[in-house]
Antibody, heavy 126, light 109 residues
Framework: VKLVESGGGVVQPGRSLTLSCEGS????????MHWVRQAPGRGLEWVAIISYHGNNKYYADSVRGRFTISRDNSKNTLYLHLDNLKPEDTGVFHC????????????????????WGPGTTVIVSS | QSVLTQPPSASGTPGQRVSISCSGN????????VNWYQHLPGMAPRLLVFKYNDRPSGVPDRFSGSKSGTSASLAINGLQAEDEADYYCASWDDSLKGVVFGGGTKLTV
């Protein structure tokens, strides 16, 4: 069971970037998926969640309207599109699998994220 | 400012028992389960305790979680040097419709 992120890099403020996360070793299409980030010297910050079928998405207030989570179950891949990047978006972005299969919407219980990728680093700087 | 409140640091000597607290409100801890993570620098976070007090396969039973009202605790028994890490609590928040994390507690052994 494995998750591997890619797509990080150095980008100027105001620009865009798309991160990818490929899952393997499990039925990717049966799990809700999350993005979690960590800014330098700061703690973990939850970014977004997408349901197993991709129909329902929720975001942290700090990124709503700028970041878009999506998935392609035919490719076992999760995405995070980052728009209008700010210096405070700098950090390591991890994708993570929801601990309960078939997470569909906010009323389903959340029992943690049990599989994490190593992360991909985004640096927003001019 | 994190939604869940944790002490920034904790410490103990090998063999001791250490407890890390996590405080929230009715829309997160009060109404949902609390999950605990261990995070070593440069590595992926690791789920330690989930649901009420379940542990994923491979997590030793030295780690245990508890909840009372809008607060929760992670206890580590028989502290070992390898337990030195950052620890985070997290919970679903019904009002925010998302996951909220604590600010993290740096454990020194």
């Amino acid at each position: 069971v494995k998750l591997v992120e890619s797509g990080g890099g150095v980008v100027q403020p105001g620009r865009s970037l798309t991160l990818s996360c490929e899952g393997s070793g499990f039925n990717f299409n049966q799990y809700g998926m999350h993005w979690v980030r960590q800014a330098p010297g700061r703690g973990l910050e939850w970014v977004a969640i997408i349901s197993y079928h991709g129909n329902n998405k929720y975001y942290a207030d700090s990124v709503r309207g700028r970041f878009t989570i999506s998935r392609d179950n035919s490719k076992n891949t999760l995405y995070l599109h980052l728009d209008n990047l700010k210096p405070e978006d700098t950090g390591v972005f991890h994708c993570a699998r929801d601990g309960t299969d078939f997470w569909a919407d906010y009323y389903n219980p959340h029992y943690g994220t049990d599989v994490w990728g190593p992360g991909t680093t985004v640096i927003v700087s001019s | 400012q994190s939604v869940l409140t944790q002490p920034p640091s904790a410490s103990g000597t090998p063999g001791q028992r250490v407890s890390i607290s996590c405080s929230g409100n009715e829309s997160n801890i009060g109404d949902n389960t609390v999950n605990w993570y261990q995070h070593l620098p440069g590595m992926a976070p690791r789920l330690l305790v989930f649901k009420y007090n379940d542990r994923p396969s491979g997590v030793p039973d030295r780690f245990s979680g508890s909840k009372s009202g809008t607060s929760a605790s992670l206890a580590i028994n028989g502290l070992q040097a390898e337990d030195e890490a950052d620890y985070y609590c997290a919970s679903w928040d019904d009002s925010l419709k998302g996951v909220v994390f604590g600010g993290g507690t740096k454990l020194t052994v």
